[in-house]
């Protein structure tokens, strides 16, 4: 949404997006700031984001806001607090991949808002402050391919498990209490917020790969099962049901041992207020077995 | 039960184990809190007993280095850099600059390979070493003087593969002819505080937990590792676990599966809600009967198993599944 009328000093989110982070996206891309060369490979998802890319190219913003799952933390919900980070990000699980040299501004402001919305609204926050420290994977690899020029401050939000600490229920109430607390403090900011889910769907990964990783007749969904379920969430998505997506959330989650667990979609579709309009689904793909889309919802 | 009988301490292999928490307070605060002091002398009387052992090399199995495509171990010659945990960074900035052995790192990749698992040499530059493994080299090797290796806990792996894992490490000891210790750095019960927790207010985030990590530690005491590893996954189902309590899979493995060991609980506290423990096992003890088993292979990893196609076992994905 444009400023309009007395929005003036109303912020709005323009847009959410499901952009799921392999670095293998990266990896394939080859982009100055990695350093492993690759000869292509999982095209379908790339031009998925190119996609996404043109379409944003559309909409003016002022902050890109991250949901990880790379980020894992227990004790509430943190946020990173420090104005910029410059360093060499190597993914611990894919190192022979992803290997970035990431340089990154962050909205303080508006993050120190998020975590007093959450305070508010009985959510347990807090800042990281330490300047050492490594913005994880998730956040690079989502922002770099959502928006490569990393010309907009971001707010990174962690991932609090308590998912995994209570019940994928308990861990998605919590998640959508994150994302009105997002929303409310995207409104008294005053900015043009473009938010990222930085997730997959079903997240059963092989645990082997081709000599050359971007060898493509490996590639598939790890099992049928994967499949089916990443296909009934992007219909219901495509058909705007998003009250449904969060519905059925704990099932696809529990069953296609989806990376959702993390609570990030569940963020974004709260944050976005449960959207009944059509998304846009810009790409499905696999990688390494994962299943993987980007999906659009312009509000 | 099979006859107790004294074995001898070996001279080459693994010639101790340790248990230790991977958490980041006994490092950098274990003077804001009684529990967390008491964690950190006992890493010191370890640091003591590690330097009397006089070992070649430290391999550390972290549950904080999660891995997927297989097992990586770290063959970087030194890694170096600076590390804020993930949760604690308000609890300050961990660097390192610590040696690996590399002649061993390279032996246990290619003792796992002959034993069917999917190793991975990692050695690259700002490669990010996880806090388990920090807390343990910079509490029992602060001076950098024992070089070592650092091996991942796959997220997948189960049972039998972390045992083929574990047994491993030891044939690259043996093979290469040296004096190892193997640690674990692994809580018990792993519920952390959901809330912020004064750290003088910590303890056991579960009565529950806390008998379990007992019981576990009685068993651990009287060096029956081999048990406490059979015991794991009820003890994950009961207790909240950390990583299934893969390490001690690995750890048993690696030591010999047994129950033979003079073992010694040095701690056992609260860090932030979970069950911490420092534990020393040294081979030597009574053998109480070894028992070893799983429901798959324990000498060599076969892939994994199939349940909705039997005949596709010992396949191996994602080779299993090639577009016809």
Known sequence: ?299 | MSTPKEKQQPQIGFVAGFIVPGLPQPLLAPEQSPGWGRVRQAFDILRERLDALKPDVLVIYSTQWPSVLGHQIQADPRPQGVHVDHEFHDLGTMEYNFPVHVPYADAYIGCGKERGLHMRRVCFKGFPIDTGSLVALGLLNPDNRIPCTLVSSNMYSDRAETIVLGKAARDAAQKQKLRAVAIASTALSNRLWTKPMPPKNDAISSQKDDEWNRKLLEILAQGRLEDVAQLARQFAREAHADSKLKAIWWLSAALGSSNDFRGEVLAYEALYGTGAAVVELRPGGVSRGEQEFDEDDVEFYRGERSVLSPSSQGQKTPAKARPS
């Open chain 1, 1 to 299: 949404m444009k400023n309009q009328n007395n929005a003036a000093s109303k912020g709005s989110i323009v847009a959410g997006v499901l952009a799921p982070h392999p670095p293998h996206l990266v990896y394939a891309e080859n982009p100055p700031q990695n350093e492993p060369r690759a000869e292509g490979g999982w095209e379908e998802l790339r031009w998925g984001y190119e996609r996404l890319r043109k379409s944003l190219s559309s909409e003016d913003f002022d902050v890109i806001i991250v949901h990880t799952p790379h980020w894992r933390t227990v004790v509430g919900h943190h946020l990173l607090a420090v104005p910029h980070f410059k360093d060499l990000s190597v993914d611990p699980v894919f190192p022979h991949l992803f290997r970035y040299n990431y340089d990154l501004k962050v909205d303080v402001e508006l993050a120190e808002m998020i975590a007093a919305e959450g305070q508010s609204a009985g959510l347990q926050t807090s800042l990281m402050r330490n300047p050492k420290f490594r913005v994880d994977y998730g956040t690079i690899i989502s922002c770099h391919l959502s928006h490569p020029t990393w010309d907009k401050p971001i707010v990174s939000i962690s991932s609090n498990a308590a998912a995994d600490y209570f019940s994928t229920d308990v861990g998605q109430q919590e998640m959508i209490a994150l994302g009105h607390a997002t929303r409310a403090a995207i409104e008294k900011s005053g900015r043009r917020a473009l938010l990222l889910a930085s997730c997959s769907l079903s997240h059963r990964h092989f645990t082997e790969e081709p000599q050359i990783p971007e060898d493509m007749t490996y590639e598939h969904i790890y099992n049928h099962n994967q499949y089916l379920w990443d296909m009934r969430m992007l219909k219901m998505m495509r058909a705007g049901e998003s009250r449904r997506v969060i519905a059925e959330m704990p099932d696809f989650t529990d069953q296609a041992i989806s990376e959702t667990r993390a609570g990030c979609l569940t963020w974004l579709i709260a944050a976005m207020n449960f959207p009944t309009t059509p998304a846009t689904v810009h790409a499905y793909g696999t990688v390494i077995g994962t299943g993987n889309a980007v999906v659009e919802w312009r509000m």
